[in-house]
Every structure is written in C-alpha cells, then in structure tokens.
C-alpha cells in the first residue's frame, strides 16, 4: 500500500525488497571432519589393536574352540563338545589345585604388599644410601625364577639348609621344609615375596612421592596425627599405585609355575599343585591338550572375575588428580 500524504511511510515493493534477510550460506558439513578424525583415531591405535587381537584375543578364541576337542598333540583333534567340561566337575584333583591356588595367592598378595609398603614408607624418606637400598631390593626381581628356586630349594634342605642352620643357632629344629603338605607352599609364597616385593615397592614409591607435600603440612597445621595422615591421606592418594600393583601381582600370582616346578614339583602329594602346574600336566606330561584348554578357560574366568571385583572396587575410590 502506498501513500502520498507527508510523514507517512510508503511502503512498495522495492521496500518489501530491501527489508527481507539476506540469504546466509549453508553451514559447512562436519560429518567429513568427524570421518577424517575417526580414521586418524583408527590409524593411532591400529597397532596395538591389532597386538591385542593377535595376541590376546584369538588364542583366547582358540583355546575355547580346543577345549571343545580331545587331542593328545599328536594325532587328529576329536570333537568331544562340552564332554571336558563335564570331566572337569567331577575331577577332584583340578578342585585341588584351585584350591591351591586361591590359597597362594591368599598368602602372597597381603604379605607382599604390606611389605612393599613398609619399604616404600621407608625409603620415601631423606636418608643416607637410598638409593642403593632401592637397587638392592630390586636386585631378587631382575634375577631368573628357575635360578632363584634352586638356591632356595638348597637354603630350606632340612639337613644342610641354611634355613634350618640358622634355626638351630637359636636352639629351634626346623622343619622338613619342602616335603611337608602344611609349609611347602607358605615356603614358595615366601620365596616369591621376597623375589617381587621390591619390584611392588618401586610403584608404591613412586605413588607417595607423587603426593603433595603441601596435603601433609595443612594437616600438619590442623593438628593431625601422623597416625591419621596415614590412613586419611596417604593410604586414599596411594590408591593409584596400590590399584595397579594389585591388578598385576595378582594376575602373575594366579598364573605361579616356575618356582613350583622347581622347588617341589607340586608335592608333596598334591599340596602345591596349582592350576597352571595342572594345566601344565595335563597337556604336557599326559597329552590331554583338550582338557588342559579347558582348564585354562578356567584359570582365565577366575582372573577375569577377581580383575573384574578390583576394577568396580577401584573405580569410585581413587583419586587421580592431586591438584
């Protein structure tokens, strides 16, 4: 509409045109972006994805599908479905053996970690020769486990031990250490905490120095005990390095061989017969390949399981930023 009276607007369509919004460009895609960082993502990780896949998840994979088979490693794999399976419910000494095994690692990881701990605690102060303590604690964990075995095997010998020495100079008669079903195993788990309590310590040193020193002079100021500073602040902050060294020390315990082979060959009788040294029987010394992937499927669902508890325990409890 238009109007030729003076003060008024007029409107018109040359008007109409210059009051419309210019068209703006089309916001440029983001799904090209997306696909170019997804696949740079893909190419960075491809390696170790593909390590993992190969070395982990197929031989999982192909140790199931041969727990599903009875081969003596030699001749032709029978198909046998879940016949392992039924076996090894009513297999009394692979019961035994777990048995054995939850048993070991019972007596390996509180010791070993309180131990790591009291040396971390130690050495995380300024003293004179620290260092070398450190080296020195670490030395038992560089050294071979079959090595290590065979001295300690010749250390508890009952008659020319040097264990059973140094008992008598105190007037105590020692033990048949290594044919005897109640301390054989005590005397493996000691043998392996002292082999890998300072390997446990070094993390453990490395989490408290990561502590601020600023958290224990406010305590300080507060008039907290040293005592409480422990198991409020240290021990909570800890928790980074104590959930690492647990998840590793305790898969490695579950997995004890070497020292078991050495020193007592599962003996006496069946008391220090873990599952891997079953395992080990089994496919090796019986040619029961089949059986003994089926007992690994075993070994690894108990690791699974106590990792899995670890990891929801873990979880909500453990602080990573100490700013």
């Known amino acids: 509409m238009t109007t030729d009276s003076p003060g008024l607007v007029t409107e018109g369509p040359s008007l109409t045109k210059q009051q419309a919004p210019a068209p703006t460009a089309p916001a440029p895609s983001r799904r090209p972006r997306r696909i ?10 491809g390696p170790s994805l593909a390590g993992f896949l190969l070395f982990l998840v197929v031989p ?3 140790v199931f599908a041969l727990s599903l088979f009875s081969w003596d490693l030699v ?5 046998v479905g879940l016949a392992n399976y039924r076996r090894l419910a009513g297999d009394g000494a692979a019961w035994t053996a777990v048995g054995n095994t939850v048993y070991y690692v019972a007596l390996n990881i509180p010791a070993q970690t309180v131990l790591a701990l009291l040396l971390a605690l130690a050495l995380n102060r300024k003293m004179r020769g620290g260092k070398v303590f450190r080296v020195l604690f670490v ?6 486990p079959v090595a290590l075995g065979i001295i300690w095997t010749w250390a508890f010998d009952p008659r020319h031990g040097a264990v059973n020495h140094l008992l008598s100079l105190v007037g105590i008669a020692g033990p048949n250490w290594l044919t005897s079903t109640t301390w054989a195993m005590p005397v493996i788990a000691s043998v392996n905490v002292w082999q890998y309590t ?3 310590m070094l993390f453990l040193l490395a989490g408290l120095q990561a502590i601020p020193e600023q958290i224990y002079e406010a305590a300080a100021v507060d008039g907290v005990s040293a005592v409480q500073r422990f198991f409020k602040i240290t021990l909570p902050l800890l928790r980074p390095s104590m959930f690492f060294v647990l998840i590793t020390n305790v898969i490695g315990s579950f997995q004890l061989f070497d020292t078991v082979f050495v020193m007592t060959q599962g003996g006496p009788g069946t008391s220090t017969t873990t599952l891997n040294y079953y395992i ?10 089949g059986y003994a992937a089926t007992l690994a499927i075993v070994l690894f669902a108990m690791i699974l399981l106590v990792t899995a508890g670890q990891f929801l325990y873990f979880r909500k409890r453990t602080v990573y930023d100490f700013s």
């Open 139 to 144: 030395l038992p964990w560089m050294a071979m």
């Open 198 to 200: 300072g390997y446990t």
């Open 60 to 62: 999982i994979i192909g």
């Open 75 to 79: 001749g032709t794999p029978q198909f």
């Open 280 to 289: 080990y029987q089994q496919a090796f010394q019986l040619f029961h390949a």
């Open 36 to 45: 170019r960082a997804t696949v740079e993502a893909y190419l960075l990780i």
